[in-house]
Each structure stands twice: as structure tokens, then as C-alpha cells.
């Protein structure tokens, strides 16, 4: 009998651990899906803490919130964005859109970068804010919605600051191993200090080759560039974009003349409608 109790004791035991042992699995894959409770309201505005600010160049910072533990998630689909509030130099409330770099992989903080412009107001609030303030922060908004799979391919058309989006969702889709979307993005700027997140984004085509490529376009280009010079032309989209298709979505995000050129380009190019989606 001691025999069988003692059997039965070490069977309970293995069964407890076998069960915690799923659930911890279970919460993992639930966090990674991005399923779990995010932090975010999208009708109010919640603040979260600044806990770093790295200056990036002259007038570009990455800014780093706290969420309230170290295993919190924002909670923001691929694709979509927050709304941010603040104080313009004059003290009036402002509000403007702006899309993290980080993931809901990235536990318990998100990340913004940010280019501050002389006369932004939005701009002001950023330039001053100190380690241990808060952002208020709304969301998610936007109207892109990503599933895996939905294309074969992406092509992407950034202009500066409106690279963020275009970062998010191809590091969201080459990061995850059962995805096989190939990602082509154009990214335009004025000169080589201009470009956001180049580290990353050459990174990102050392390490996926096969799936992620990327054209710099510069307008006032440095000695011995070799990449794109001037604007976005039709001939740079046809060379470095996919080919119009049923299964192919081109997105496109960047000042407004930017946006309206690259709609007439794509227009011209016979990609309907339903293959472009500006952010």
C-alpha cells in the first residue's frame, strides 16, 4: 500500500507540474498573439510613464513608455496607431497620431521615434518632455488591419516620418516564422541624416534577404550614393515594387505631396484601388 500511495503521490505530482507547465505555455502563446488584454482605451486617454529619451540626431529622439508591469502588453493591432496628447508652446491642447516601432512581442514598454519639427506643436510637447513624465495616450485607431497572408506581397511607399508604419508591420511580419510575405519598401528623404531608423531597417535586410528589400531615395544625396536620387518616380515603383496583382498590396505613407504624386504614380500603373492603402 505504502508502495501505491507512494506511486500515487509522484503520478499527482507529475500531472500538477504537466498542468502548469501548459498553462504557462498557454499564457506565452496568448501574450505572443497579441490576444492577451492590451493597456490601451480607445475612447479614453491613459497615461504612461517616460523612461527613456535617446536623441537620435539634431532633431529626431526615440522616447521609451513604461507599461504598468513588466509583462503588460499596449495592445495595438499591426498597422493601426495611437493618439498622443499634449501642449504647444502656447499651453492649448494638441493631438496628432503617431505609430510605435515596438510590437506586443515587446513586453512591458513601447517605443516612439520621433522627428521634431521647429514649428510643430505636437513638436514642442515632445522636446520637452523629461524622464519620469507622462504621455496620454488614445487608441488603437487607424483602418489597416493585417492577417497573415492576406497578400503575397507588399510594397511600401514612405516618405520621412511616415516610415513608422511601414517599420511596424514588415518587423511584425519577417519576425514571425509561419508568415512568408516578401516586403519591398521605397523610402524617400531630403538627405542621409533624414532617414529614421536606418540601422534597423538595413538590419532587417541582412537578416531576411530573401523576404525584405529596400530602395533609399534622397533628395540631396551625399557623394558616391548609390541609391535613389531626386523623388519617387513610376520608374523606381516599377522597378522596385510588385507588379499589379490580385494579391499584392502597395501602402504608401508621407507628407501629403508626397502621398499625391505616389497615388497618381500608382494610378498610371494600373494598380486599382483595392491594391493601394494609404496610411
Not at 112 to 125: C, D, T, W
Not at 183 to 201: F, G, P, R, S
Request: aromatic share 10%; hydrophobic share 40%; glycine share 8%.
Amino acid at each position: 500500500m505504502d508502495f501505491l500511495q507512494g506511486q500515487s503521490t509522484e503520478t499527482m505530482v507529475a500531472v500538477a507540474v504537466a498542468v502548469v507547465a501548459v498553462a504557462a505555455g498557454a499564457a506565452f502563446l496568448l501574450l505572443r498573439s497579441g490576444k492577451s488584454k492590451g493597456c490601451l482605451n480607445p475612447e479614453n486617454f491613459k497615461k504612461f510613464k517616460l523612461v527613456e529619451k535617446k536623441q537620435i540626431s539634431h532633431n529626431v529622439a526615440k522616447f521609451k513608455f513604461a507599461l504598468p508591469t513588466p509583462t503588460s502588453v499596449l495592445g495595438l493591432p499591426i498597422g493601426q496607431h495611437i493618439s498622443c496628447r499634449g501642449q504647444d508652446a502656447t499651453g492649448e491642447e494638441v493631438m496628432k497620431p503617431y505609430t510605435p516601432t515596438t510590437l506586443d512581442s515587446d513586453l512591458g514598454y513601447f517605443e516612439l521615434v520621433i522627428k521634431m519639427y521647429p514649428q510643430g506643436r505636437m513638436s514642442h510637447h515632445f522636446r520637452e518632455m523629461k524622464v519620469g513624465d507622462y504621455l496620454s495616450v488614445k487608441g488603437p485607431k487607424g483602418r489597416f488591419k493585417y492577417q497573415v497572408g492576406q497578400v503575397r506581397a507588399f510594397g511600401m511607399l514612405a516618405g520621412g516620418s511616415g516610415i513608422t508604419p511601414m517599420f511596424q508591420v514588415a518587423r511584425a511580419i519577417l519576425e514571425n516564422p509561419n508568415d512568408n510575405t516578401k516586403v519591398h519598401l521605397i523610402y524617400a528623404n531630403v538627405t542621409y541624416e533624414d532617414i529614421l531608423l536606418k540601422e534597423e531597417l538595413d538590419n532587417m535586410a541582412k537578416t531576411y534577404p530573401d523576404r525584405f528589400k529596400i530602395y533609399y531615395v534622397l533628395n540631396q544625396p551625399p557623394e558616391n550614393w548609390n541609391g535613389g536620387v531626386g523623388f519617387v518616380s513610376k520608374e523606381m515603383i516599377q522597378s522596385h515594387c510588385p507588379a499589379p496583382a490580385d494579391d499584392i498590396q502597395i501602402l504608401r505613407c508621407g507628407p501629403p505631396p508626397m502621398n499625391k504624386a505616389m497615388a497618381a504614380h500608382l494610378d498610371e500603373l494600373n494598380y486599382t484601388k483595392e491594391m493601394q492603402f494609404q496610411f
